[in-house]
Protein backbone atom coordinates (compact mmCIF):
# COMPACT_ATOMS: atom_id res chain seq x y z
CA UNK A 1 0.00 0.00 0.00
CA UNK A 2 1.02 3.58 -0.85
CA UNK A 3 2.59 5.19 2.19
CA UNK A 4 0.49 8.21 1.97
CA UNK A 5 -2.56 6.44 1.79
CA UNK A 6 -1.92 4.25 4.29
CA UNK A 7 -4.35 6.35 7.10
CA UNK A 8 -7.09 6.15 4.88
CA UNK A 9 -7.42 2.24 5.30
CA UNK A 10 -5.97 1.68 8.63
CA UNK A 11 -9.35 1.04 10.08
CA UNK A 12 -10.66 -1.53 7.53
CA UNK A 13 -6.95 -3.14 8.17
CA UNK A 14 -6.48 -2.86 11.73
CA UNK A 15 -10.33 -2.30 13.17
CA UNK A 16 -8.95 -5.14 16.06
CA UNK A 17 -5.97 -3.28 16.37
CA UNK A 18 -4.55 -3.96 20.15
CA UNK A 19 -7.63 -6.13 20.55
CA UNK A 20 -6.47 -7.46 23.99
CA UNK A 21 -5.59 -3.53 25.15
CA UNK A 22 -8.69 -2.64 23.75
CA UNK A 23 -10.69 -5.03 25.74
CA UNK A 24 -9.11 -4.56 29.03
CA UNK A 25 -9.90 -1.05 28.69
CA UNK A 26 -13.97 -1.78 28.43
CA UNK A 27 -14.07 -4.54 30.69
CA UNK A 28 -12.95 -1.72 33.59
CA UNK A 29 -15.88 0.90 32.54
CA UNK A 30 -18.23 -1.68 31.15
CA UNK A 31 -21.83 -1.66 32.77
CA UNK A 32 -22.19 -3.24 36.09
CA UNK A 33 -18.64 -1.72 36.86
CA UNK A 34 -17.86 0.98 39.59
CA UNK A 35 -18.34 3.84 37.50
CA UNK A 36 -20.80 6.26 39.19
CA UNK A 37 -24.06 6.58 37.34
CA UNK A 38 -27.40 8.62 37.34
CA UNK A 39 -30.72 6.92 37.36
CA UNK A 40 -31.65 5.77 33.77
CA UNK A 41 -28.62 7.24 32.27
CA UNK A 42 -25.67 4.86 31.70
CA UNK A 43 -21.97 6.40 32.19
CA UNK A 44 -20.85 6.16 28.84
CA UNK A 45 -21.90 4.88 25.42
CA UNK A 46 -21.74 1.33 23.66
CA UNK A 47 -18.75 -1.48 23.45
CA UNK A 48 -18.58 -0.87 19.83
CA UNK A 49 -18.55 3.32 19.68
CA UNK A 50 -15.38 3.35 22.36
CA UNK A 51 -14.12 1.03 20.63
CA UNK A 52 -13.82 2.64 17.74
CA UNK A 53 -12.29 6.31 19.87
CA UNK A 54 -9.55 4.08 21.44
CA UNK A 55 -8.42 2.57 18.26
CA UNK A 56 -8.47 6.27 16.46
CA UNK A 57 -5.82 7.05 19.90
CA UNK A 58 -3.79 4.08 19.22
CA UNK A 59 -3.55 4.65 15.71
CA UNK A 60 -2.73 8.30 16.29
CA UNK A 61 -0.16 7.79 18.99
CA UNK A 62 0.16 11.10 19.50
CA UNK A 63 -1.29 14.42 19.97
CA UNK A 64 -4.66 15.64 22.46
CA UNK A 65 -8.05 13.82 22.30
CA UNK A 66 -11.03 16.37 21.85
CA UNK A 67 -14.72 15.02 23.40
CA UNK A 68 -17.54 17.19 22.50
CA UNK A 69 -20.48 15.48 24.89
CA UNK A 70 -18.80 14.48 28.24
CA UNK A 71 -22.13 13.42 30.08
CA UNK A 72 -21.08 11.64 32.69
CA UNK A 73 -17.45 11.30 31.85
CA UNK A 74 -16.73 7.63 31.23
CA UNK A 75 -15.94 8.35 27.06
CA UNK A 76 -13.58 10.56 28.53
CA UNK A 77 -12.26 8.04 31.03
CA UNK A 78 -11.57 5.48 28.46
CA UNK A 79 -9.75 7.87 26.16
CA UNK A 80 -7.41 8.93 29.09
CA UNK A 81 -6.65 4.95 29.55
CA UNK A 82 -6.29 4.46 25.79
CA UNK A 83 -2.72 7.55 25.68
CA UNK A 84 -0.98 4.47 28.34
CA UNK A 85 1.02 4.94 30.94
CA UNK A 86 4.13 6.05 28.44
CA UNK A 87 2.22 9.34 26.99
CA UNK A 88 2.63 11.53 29.60
CA UNK A 89 1.98 14.61 27.82
CA UNK A 90 -1.27 13.38 25.76
CA UNK A 91 -4.36 14.62 27.33
CA UNK A 92 -8.03 14.70 27.04
CA UNK A 93 -9.67 17.78 26.18
CA UNK A 94 -13.64 17.60 26.74
CA UNK A 95 -16.75 20.39 25.72
CA UNK A 96 -19.66 20.12 27.26
CA UNK A 97 -21.78 22.71 29.33
CA UNK A 98 -23.37 20.37 31.86
CA UNK A 99 -26.14 22.03 32.36
CA UNK A 100 -28.58 19.25 33.23
CA UNK A 101 -29.30 21.10 36.73
CA UNK A 102 -30.32 24.01 34.60
CA UNK A 103 -34.36 24.39 34.22
CA UNK A 104 -34.03 26.70 31.24
CA UNK A 105 -30.91 25.69 29.93
CA UNK A 106 -29.69 28.03 26.79
CA UNK A 107 -29.99 25.90 24.14
CA UNK A 108 -32.61 22.75 23.78
CA UNK A 109 -30.46 19.93 22.64
CA UNK A 110 -31.80 16.31 21.57
CA UNK A 111 -29.69 14.27 24.25
CA UNK A 112 -29.55 14.73 28.19
CA UNK A 113 -27.07 17.04 29.43
CA UNK A 114 -23.81 16.17 31.85
CA UNK A 115 -23.56 16.19 35.07
CA UNK A 116 -20.48 18.02 36.36
CA UNK A 117 -20.24 16.26 40.05
CA UNK A 118 -20.65 12.38 38.31
CA UNK A 119 -18.42 13.63 35.65
CA UNK A 120 -15.58 14.09 38.41
CA UNK A 121 -16.69 11.84 40.69
CA UNK A 122 -16.01 9.25 37.74
CA UNK A 123 -13.00 10.67 36.63
CA UNK A 124 -11.46 10.78 40.15
CA UNK A 125 -12.57 7.26 40.80
CA UNK A 126 -10.09 5.97 37.62
CA UNK A 127 -7.63 8.38 38.56
CA UNK A 128 -6.96 9.98 35.04
CA UNK A 129 -7.77 13.64 36.50
CA UNK A 130 -4.29 14.61 35.92
CA UNK A 131 -5.29 14.07 32.00
CA UNK A 132 -8.61 15.75 31.23
CA UNK A 133 -9.56 19.48 30.91
CA UNK A 134 -12.73 20.53 31.04
CA UNK A 135 -14.33 23.62 29.09
CA UNK A 136 -17.91 24.05 30.33
CA UNK A 137 -19.10 25.55 27.47
CA UNK A 138 -21.35 24.92 24.40
CA UNK A 139 -19.37 23.63 21.85
CA UNK A 140 -20.11 26.80 19.10
CA UNK A 141 -18.68 29.10 18.83
CA UNK A 142 -15.43 26.57 19.88
CA UNK A 143 -14.24 27.86 23.02
CA UNK A 144 -10.79 25.78 23.73
CA UNK A 145 -7.31 27.28 23.76
CA UNK A 146 -5.75 24.21 22.40
CA UNK A 147 -5.10 24.65 18.28
CA UNK A 148 -4.82 21.20 17.81
CA UNK A 149 -6.17 17.80 18.35
CA UNK A 150 -4.96 14.57 16.62
CA UNK A 151 -8.47 12.88 17.23
CA UNK A 152 -11.87 13.89 18.17
CA UNK A 153 -15.40 11.87 19.73
CA UNK A 154 -18.51 13.67 18.72
CA UNK A 155 -21.32 12.88 20.62
CA UNK A 156 -22.94 16.17 21.31
CA UNK A 157 -25.83 18.23 20.44
CA UNK A 158 -27.15 15.72 17.85
CA UNK A 159 -29.21 18.27 15.64
CA UNK A 160 -28.17 18.97 11.97
CA UNK A 161 -27.04 22.91 12.43
CA UNK A 162 -25.33 21.78 15.92
CA UNK A 163 -23.31 18.58 14.22
CA UNK A 164 -22.26 20.95 11.37
CA UNK A 165 -21.00 23.39 13.64
CA UNK A 166 -18.96 20.89 15.16
CA UNK A 167 -17.84 19.17 11.85
CA UNK A 168 -16.61 23.02 10.43
CA UNK A 169 -14.94 23.41 13.75
CA UNK A 170 -12.84 20.76 13.71
CA UNK A 171 -12.05 20.34 10.25
CA UNK A 172 -8.70 21.91 10.18
CA UNK A 173 -8.29 21.17 13.99
CA UNK A 174 -7.76 17.20 13.85
CA UNK A 175 -4.89 15.81 12.26
CA UNK A 176 -5.88 12.19 12.11
CA UNK A 177 -9.39 10.85 13.07
CA UNK A 178 -12.90 12.47 13.89
CA UNK A 179 -15.25 9.07 15.64
CA UNK A 180 -18.84 10.16 15.21
CA UNK A 181 -21.70 8.69 17.77
CA UNK A 182 -25.37 8.28 16.61
CA UNK A 183 -24.85 8.26 12.74
CA UNK A 184 -28.40 6.67 12.92
CA UNK A 185 -29.82 9.52 13.75
CA UNK A 186 -31.12 12.18 10.63
CA UNK A 187 -29.36 15.26 11.93
CA UNK A 188 -26.46 13.77 12.88
CA UNK A 189 -26.50 11.51 8.89
CA UNK A 190 -27.33 14.31 6.96
CA UNK A 191 -24.75 16.72 8.67
CA UNK A 192 -21.65 13.96 8.26
CA UNK A 193 -22.72 13.21 4.60
CA UNK A 194 -22.93 16.85 3.70
CA UNK A 195 -19.43 17.57 5.46
CA UNK A 196 -18.17 14.80 3.47
CA UNK A 197 -19.31 16.11 0.27
CA UNK A 198 -18.44 19.53 0.16
CA UNK A 199 -14.81 18.82 1.77
CA UNK A 200 -11.98 17.11 0.03
CA UNK A 201 -9.33 16.65 2.66
CA UNK A 202 -11.71 14.42 4.73
CA UNK A 203 -13.24 11.15 4.07
CA UNK A 204 -14.80 8.06 5.49
CA UNK A 205 -12.84 5.36 6.49
CA UNK A 206 -15.11 3.14 7.87
CA UNK A 207 -18.83 2.68 9.18
CA UNK A 208 -19.75 0.73 11.67
CA UNK A 209 -23.33 -0.43 11.97
CA UNK A 210 -25.91 1.00 13.18
CA UNK A 211 -24.00 4.08 14.93
CA UNK A 212 -20.34 4.88 14.41
CA UNK A 213 -18.61 6.35 11.52
CA UNK A 214 -14.87 6.96 12.27
CA UNK A 215 -13.49 10.14 9.27
CA UNK A 216 -10.39 10.22 8.61
CA UNK A 217 -7.96 13.34 7.23
CA UNK A 218 -6.92 12.94 4.04
CA UNK A 219 -3.40 14.01 2.83
CA UNK A 220 -3.38 16.45 -0.04
CA UNK A 221 -1.35 14.00 -2.39
CA UNK A 222 -4.62 12.17 -2.31
CA UNK A 223 -7.30 14.46 -2.81
CA UNK A 224 -6.50 13.88 -7.02
CA UNK A 225 -8.13 10.53 -6.64
CA UNK A 226 -10.29 10.20 -3.22
CA UNK A 227 -13.73 11.15 -3.37
CA UNK A 228 -15.06 11.73 -0.02
CA UNK A 229 -17.39 9.20 0.20
CA UNK A 230 -14.93 6.80 -1.84
CA UNK A 231 -15.82 7.67 -5.07
CA UNK A 232 -13.77 8.76 -7.84
CA UNK A 233 -13.69 12.85 -8.49
CA UNK A 234 -15.04 12.16 -11.88
CA UNK A 235 -18.10 10.49 -10.31
CA UNK A 236 -18.54 13.35 -7.85
CA UNK A 237 -21.96 15.11 -8.58
CA UNK A 238 -21.97 18.44 -9.67
CA UNK A 239 -22.05 21.10 -5.96
CA UNK A 240 -25.27 22.28 -6.99
CA UNK A 241 -27.05 19.44 -7.55
CA UNK A 242 -25.55 17.70 -3.86
CA UNK A 243 -28.45 19.73 -2.05
CA UNK A 244 -31.21 17.88 -3.83
CA UNK A 245 -29.65 14.15 -4.04
CA UNK A 246 -29.31 14.04 -0.37
CA UNK A 247 -32.28 15.95 0.87
CA UNK A 248 -30.14 18.41 2.66
Request: hydrophobic letters at 40%.
Amino acid sequence: MDEKTDDLYKFRVKLNYDEAFVQGIMMSVAVGSSMVRRKGVSPITSPMTMGAVVQSIILAGEGNHLEIGSRLGGSAVVAAQAFGKDNIDRYVICIDPMENLDPQPKYPTTVEMGDEQIFWQNINRFDVSGKIKLYKEYSNPFPCFEKEFSTAFIDGDHRYTAVMHDLENLRHRVTKYIVLDDVDYPGVYRAMVKFLYFTSDWTLAEYLYPTTAILVKVHAADTASIHPLGLFNADRPKQEDVGAEISI
